[in-house]
T-cell receptor, first 114, second 113 residues
Framework: NAGVTQTPKFRVLKTGQSMTLLCAQD?????MYWYRQDPGMGLRLIHY???????AKGEVPDGYNVSRLKKQNFLLGLESAAPSQTSVYFC?????????????FGPGTRLTVL | GENVEQHPSTLSVQEGDSAVIKCTYSDSASNYFPWYKQELGKRPQLIID?????GEKKDQRIAVTLNKTAKHFSLHITETQPEDSAVYFCAATLEGGSYIPTFGRGTSLIVHP
């Protein structure tokens, strides 16, 4: 099993450009999440999904959109990138049932917006 | 919503000493409390967790304690080693409910050889 994977690993954008981050998991997990990590701020939830075809806003959703067309994939989009979106982005998944609900994280995407 | 406070933000110890990181939560309904370790440049990974029906759990040099009445839980690392140096995050979650964890802001543990 590959677990949770993310593409790309690094990206540099100019202000106003758009991009999509892809997260994929092969564990048949129902729940998927996008976080951003900034120094001293911990992990802040951007958007999440409780199953295929569903999405919901987290703590810091402004400037981001998401889609979950397939259960194994969760896409995070930036329509018009801003320097404030410079961050490390982590995707995570969890079964969402039973008693084993640790978060499985992807390797992260380091995004710089100039 | 849930609020998780984590202290200290930075902890510096000598190799072989013990380290304790504390977290408090606000929502008494939370019932699952994982701890994640994040090494520099890596992803967070679960190191230990505890559920609300248990007061203490131990795994070799690490242990977690939970006080439901006071709504706080702690990570204890004994006989620290340089490879324990990392950022540690606590979280509080409602299993069987939202499954949305609320994370603490993290503790940077530095173990000096």
């Amino acid at each position: 099993n590959a677990g949770v994977t993310q593409t790309p690993k690094f990206r540099v954008l100019k202000t106003g450009q758009s991009m999509t981050l892809l997260c994929a998991q092969d564990m048949n997990h129902e729940y998927m999440y996008w976080y951003r990590q900034d120094p001293g701020m911990g992990l802040r939830l951007i958007h999440y999904s409780v199953g295929e075809g569903t999405t919901a806003k987290g703590e810091v959703p402004d400037g981001y959109n998401v889609s979950r067309l397939k259960k194994q994939n969760f896409l995070l989009g930036l329509e018009s990138a801003a320097p404030s979106q410079t961050s490390v982005y982590f995707c995570a998944s969890t079964p969402g049932q039973g008693s084993h609900n640790e978060q499985f994280f992807g390797p992260g995407t380091r995004l710089t917006v100039l | 919503g849930e609020n998780v406070e984590q202290h200290p933000s930075t902890l510096s110890v000598q190799e072989g000493d013990s380290a304790v990181i504390k977290c408090t939560y606000s929502d008494s309904a939370s019932n699952y409390f994982p701890w994640y370790k994040q090494e520099l440049g890596k992803r967070p990974q679960l190191i230990i967790d505890i559920r609300s029906n248990v007061g203490e759990k131990k795994d070799q040099r690490i242990a977690v304690t939970l006080n439901k009445t006071a709504k706080h839980f702690s990570l204890h690392i004994t006989e620290t080693q340089p490879e324990d140096s990392a950022v540690y995050f606590c979280a509080a979650t409602l299993e069987g409910g939202s499954y949305i964890p609320t994370f603490g802001r993290g503790t940077s543990l530095i173990v000096h050889p």
